[in-house]
Every structure is written in structure tokens, then in C-alpha cells.
């Protein structure tokens, strides 16, 4: 006779609890709770239930009000939750009473994202960054967290750091919090060398930007054939990634792939990545990358937009890009555009279907381009390389040489002519 063994569980089971703080905002309640159950999926964790509380604001202590968490304790007695999950970061006294008051596994949104980029960080530096970013946001939470923690089996939210770290006191934390800062700084060092030998051969850079699962690393893929994860999740590629992309013109430009954004994203994140997002900073131009069939599109730029604010980069030229054009109605496709008439150069792809992409890169030649200028080098001639190199990147109008150093007047473009300057430590 065979044994019937019990079905396996593939993934827990959550109840996802919010707050509806009715405020005039872009982002309703609901479009906050539906991003949430999206995530959610991304962290294997399957929503089965929501109970949402209209008010003010959370509770200083209890995050819902009593009568929400009375329903809430009928239903954790009607049903079997393995999770209960927030649409919103708790405060550590928050969520020490959810948990001890429901004895239940209790995960906030940041908790869940930063799992989501734990699972997702392959490589040393960003494993590094997301271990810091759990860290800062466990440390005030310490306090009867490692207690409860210690009697499940590692999983969502205590993924990175590991179960032993769940001994540890906040000394000790902090001393790790402390390393990883170190050696993230070392990393963020040699990403600044290998930056510096990429001048040598001075390029215009982009980098795609844009809310997650907008379709960035479907675009780095169709412009560069480049084996990049793709995947309708979010936070599919936590690692930024540097190609090469052959314009029309046959001049050469470097494209990275950078996180996504979202909204809420939680701060020790930015902090985490800031040397990751400074790639943003070298880029001479972002291609800020929509999706155009998204209903909640207009509010998904201004999130980008925020955090571009944030990190004081609201200024750099960029192309709206809206990817998956081909799933809005070709009645509706020139209304769209018109919506983002503020942005100087906007254009509607499909990066899976390659739709558009030649006048992509045609407007992106073309913004690159317009900037050519008459620039004069003073060469040394222990630098006759770069003197070739000016050769190769604009229109020499006039070439002299002195005893010190060759002078040469060229018609160029003015960004590679500012790396060149750079080159010669001007």
C-alpha cells in the first residue's frame, strides 16, 4: 500500500494588513496594496487575504486600531497564516507587538524588499550592499526580534544575514555594519579604477533608469545582444551591467543597466547602493525607461524623477523611453506621447518585439551629436597617444607643433572633447 505523503508547501501563506491614511496623493491605497502582493510574489510569498484600515494615520504602537485588530485576530483564528505582512515600514515597537501580540511571523514592506534583493544579489558587491541594508534596518529592531526569529527556520526576512546572526547583540552588529562599510568602500575604489580606464579610451556613457520591471534589461539586451536576466519580476538584476553599443554613425557609446526604483523603497537601500548609483553621476545621459501601457505610468515617472532628485541628478539630459508601446492601441500612442510634452525627447519602443529601436538609437546619436564643438589640445608629447586619439574622435582643422607640445584645433564632440581634457589633467 502506498503512503500518502502531504502535499508540499510551495510557498507561505500572508495575510497583507495596511493603513489608507486618505491623503491627497498620486499613489492611492489601493495601488500601494496591489504593488505590495506584486512583491509578495516576487518573494514566493502568496497573499490570500487583505484587511485595510482607513485613518489618519498608523498606530504609535499597534500600527491598526482596535477594531481592525480585533478582526484581524478573528481572522488568524478562522485561517491558517503562516505571515502577516504590512504595506507599510514599521517602527520596531510596531511590529515587537503584532508579533508578540499574534504570535505570528510578522514582515513589513522594507523587510520585504530587502529579502527580494538578497535573493536577487550575485555579486560580491551587491551581496555586500544588501547585507549592510538589512543590518541598519534590523539593528533598531534587535530587541526582542532575534527572540522570536530564533524559532523559525531562516526564510523570508532573515535571508542575507544568516540564522547566526541571530545570537549576535548589537555590538557586534554594529561592528559588522562597520566592515561591510569598509569593504563596500574598497569595492566603490575599484569601481572608480576600472572607471578611470575606461576614460583612456573616452566614450559617451548612458545608463538606463526607471521604476522596476519597466523592461531596462529587456532594452540593454536588444541594444547590445547582451545576456542579461530577464524576467517579469520585480527586481529581476540587482548588478549594475556595462556594455558596448555601436550607434548608427559606427561611433562607439557605453550603456549600464542600473537597479530599478520603486516607491517606498527603503532608505538604507539608497544608502547601501549609493556607490552602485553612482554610475548615475559619470552617465552623460539616462534613458529613463517606462512602461507605456502601465496605468499608473505618470505616477511611476515622478517616483523616479523623486529619487533622481535625491541624488541631485534632476539635471542630466535624458530620453523618455516608452518601452512596450506596442501594447497600447495604435489610436491611443500619439495621446500618450503628447502627456510628456515637458520632456525634450521622447519615444515609443517595444524592447522585446525590437520595435523602434534603430530611432532610439538614431535620437540618441543625434543628442550626442549636437553638441560638437571647436576645441584647441596642448599635447605634451610624452602623451602623443592621445593625439591619435584626437585623430580618431573629431575633425582636426589645424595641427601645429611647438617645443613644448602639439597643438591641435578640432571640430569634436564636446563630451568626448571633456574626457580628453580630463585625460590631460585639465
Keep these: 500500500m502506498a503512503i500518502q505523503l502531504p502535499p508540499l508547501i510551495t510557498s507561505p501563506n500572508a495575510i497583507l494588513i495596511g493603513v489608507d491614511q486618505q491623503k491627497k496623493s498620486e499613489w492611492s491605497s489601493r495601488d500601494s496594496i496591489e504593488e505590495c502582493i506584486e512583491l509578495a510574489r516576487t518573494a514566493n510569498i502568496t497573499v490570500t487575504n487583505t484587511l485595510i484600515q482607513r485613518r489618519e494615520r498608523p ?50 514592506r522594507s523587510a520585504l524588499i530587502l529579502d527580494i534583493f538578497a535573493n536577487r544579489a550575485h555579486t560580491y558587491e551587491a551581496q555586500l550592499q544588501v547585507e549592510l541594508a538589512q543590518l541598519e534596518y534590523m539593528l533598531p529592531r534587535l530587541t526582542g526580534l532575534w527572540t522570536h526569529l530564533s524559532r523559525q527556520s531562516g526564510g523570508i526576512g532573515t535571508r542575507g544575514p544568516g540564522e547566526k546572526q541571530l545570537e549576535v547583540d548589537k555590538r ?15 569595492v566603490r575604489q575599484h569601481r572608480s579604477l576600472t572607471r578611470e580606464k575606461r576614460q583612456t579610451t573616452p566614450v559617451p556613457v548612458a545608463a538606463l533608469i526607471g521604476y522596476t520591471n519597466a523592461g531596462k534589461s529587456t532594452l540593454m539586451h536588444a541594444l547590445s545582444q547582451a545576456e542579461v536576466l530577464i524576467e517579469d519580476k520585480l527586481f529581476a538584476t540587482l548588478d549594475p551591467t556595462t556594455r558596448q553599443i555601436v550607434l548608427p554613425n559606427n561611433e562607439l557609446m557605453l550603456l549600464t543597466d542600473t537597479v530599478g526604483f520603486i516607491q517606498k523603497l527603503p532608505h538604507q537601500l539608497i ?68 502627456r510628456f510634452l515637458d520632456y525634450p525627447i521622447v519615444v515609443g519602443i517595444s524592447a522585446a518585439k525590437k520595435f523602434q529601436i534603430p530611432a532610439l538609437l538614431a535620437q540618441v546619436e543625434q543628442l550626442f551629436g549636437q553638441n560638437h564643438v571647436i576645441q584647441v589640445f596642448h599635447v605634451p608629447y610624452n602623451r602623443m597617444d592621445i593625439v591619435s586619439l584626437i585623430h580618431s574622435k573629431g575633425r582636426v582643422i589645424s595641427e601645429n607643433y611647438t617645443d613644448e607640445f602639439a597643438s591641435i584645433e578640432v571640430d569634436i564632440n564636446k563630451i568626448i572633447a571633456d574626457k580628453i581634457m580630463g585625460l590631460l589633467g585639465k
Design 271 to 338: 544608502s547601501a547602493f549609493k556607490s552602485t548609483l553612482e554610475e548615475l553621476q559619470f552617465a552623460d545621459l539616462l534613458i529613463h525607461v517606462v512602461d507605456a501601457s502601465d496605468v499608473k505610468i505618470k505616477e511611476k515617472i515622478n517616483t523616479t524623477e523623486k529619487l533622481l532628485k535625491e541624488l541631485k541628478l534632476e539635471q542630466k539630459p535624458r530620453i523618455l523611453v516608452l518601452n512596450k508601446i506596442d501594447l497600447v492601441p495604435a489610436n491611443h500612442r500619439r495621446a500618450l506621447q503628447d
Design 59 to 108: 498606530a504609535t504602537r499597534t500600527y491598526l486600531g482596535t477594531g481592525k485588530l480585533d478582526e484581524l485576530a478573528v481572522e488568524l483564528e478562522l485561517n491558517d497564516y503562516d505571515i502577516i505582512l504590512t504595506d507599510d515600514e514599521l517602527l520596531p515597537n510596531q511590529h515587537k507587538y503584532l508579533e508578540k501580540t499574534f504570535n505570528k511571523k510578522v514582515i513589513d
Design 172 to 186: 557586534q552588529v554594529r561592528h559588522r555594519i562597520g566592515l561591510l562599510k569598509k569593504d563596500i568602500e574598497k
